[in-house]
């Protein structure tokens, strides 16, 4: 599986981004998959995942405020980040795991995109 992150930018606080990743393959369906960011000088973290039938799970830090979605047609997983904050500051990763559903913990995860570099301006 191939990922492809995209959606980054810069953005004031309180507003809003989605982030898309898409995958190549016809297995992509199969795949649980994350996402992860990891800011300057810190090690990178969890921030949502979605299983391949469809549930989700999210860290405190974003809950509430950030969705993550999958379109298996499309091959895409989404991640719509509302009400962002200065914090939220980072490069997102996207991530497919095959045997790990859920899973918060990044080295469960067998494919990585390149990262699209969100930044969120006080």
Sequence with gaps: VQLQASGGGLVQ???SL???CAGSGRTFSRY????FRQAPGKQREFVAS???GGSTSYADS?????????DNARNMVLLRMNSLKPED?????CAAV????GSQYSG????????????VSS
């Excluded at 649980?32 to 996402?35: E, F, I, N, V």
């Design 89 to 93: 500051t980072a490069v997102y990763y």
């Design 98 to 101: 095959a045997n790990y559903p």
């Design 62 to 70: 974003v809950k509430g405020r950030f969705t993550i979605s999958r």
């Design 18 to 20: 989605r982030l898309s």
């Design 108 to 119: 469960n995860y067998d494919y990585w995109g390149q990262g699209t570099l969100v930044t």
């Design 50 to 52: 979605i299983s391949n």
């Design 13 to 15: 606080a309180g507003g």
């Design 32 to 35: 649980h998959m994350g996402w």
